[in-house]
């Protein structure tokens, strides 16, 4: 069964304090991971897409990794407006077409 | 590009009512919707998957009766929660699968309270 799952569930950083949050994946033939960043009451905003082992992607503070098991979102000097829950979602070989996303993990930066 | 637009945004209604959501795609034109379903502290999971012109799927466990999907333009997909109870509060979204290199859009969410 296609399982993805995030840690830690929260996490307080003061703001230039860097971080990383993890997220590790089951899924017959990955066919894209995707990190997105969501706001209270708001659908996910888009950040990366990775597809193989190994790849990276930046964008601004953020950076994405890829293992064959899990992916890494660093985040360098995090601010206050970094704070949001960022999810982790698979799209697998066996799905019809749609993502299974992970809880979530809910980041908070402190001034 | 490739825009999901989603409305209402929040809906409160009295137990037992139906609540009609829409999802229209506003530069492009979505062939397929995924609906998922989004409670508290959990996961963005997969109610139905609609497809245009065609009977939508439903996810092991989601009641097809209850809710409803239509799909009957490339542009519009809806979800009808009938005879809704409390237990059907929760945070709807609506994604389509797009050849942008994001992937997938997002509609922007709908917040359900039902009283």
């Known amino acids: 069964e296609d399982q993805v799952t995030q840690s830690p569930e929260a996490l307080r950083l003061q703001e230039g304090e860097s971080s990383s949050l993890n997220c590790s994946y089951t899924?017959?033939?990955?066919?894209?991971l995707f990190w997105y960043r969501q706001d209270p009451g708001k659908g996910p905003e888009f950040l990366f897409t990775l597809y193989s082992a190994g790849e990276e992607k930046e964008k601004e503070r953020l950076k994405a990794t890829l293992t064959k098991k899990e992916s890494f979102l660093h985040i360098t000097a995090p601010k206050p407006e970094d704070s949001a829950t960022y999810l982790c979602a698979v799209r697998s070989g066996g799905s019809q077409g749609n993502l299974i996303f992970g809880k979530g993990t809910k980041l908070s930066v402190k001034p | 590009g490739a825009v999901v637009s989603q409305h209402p945004s929040r809906v409160i209604c009295k137990s037992g009512t139906s609540v009609k959501i829409e999802c229209r795609s506003l530069?492009?034109?979505?062939?397929?919707m995924f609906w998922y379903r989004q409670f508290p502290k959990q996961s963005l999971m997969l109610m139905a998957t609609?497809?245009?012109?065609?009977?939508?799927?439903?996810e092991q466990g989601v009641e097809k009766d209850k809710f409803l999907i239509n799909h009957a333009s490339l542009t519009l997909s809806t979800l009808t929660v009938t005879s809704a109870h409390p237990e059907d509060s929760s945070f709807y979204i609506c994604?389509?699968?797009?050849?942008?290199?994001?992937?997938?859009?997002f509609g922007s969410g709908t917040r359900l309270t039902v009283v």
């Open positions: 530069d492009f034109q979505a062939t397929t």
């Open positions: 899924v017959s033939g990955l066919r894209g």
């Open positions: 609609s497809n245009e012109g065609s009977k939508a799927t439903y």
């Open positions: 994604s389509a699968p797009t050849t942008t290199n994001y992937g997938y859009t």
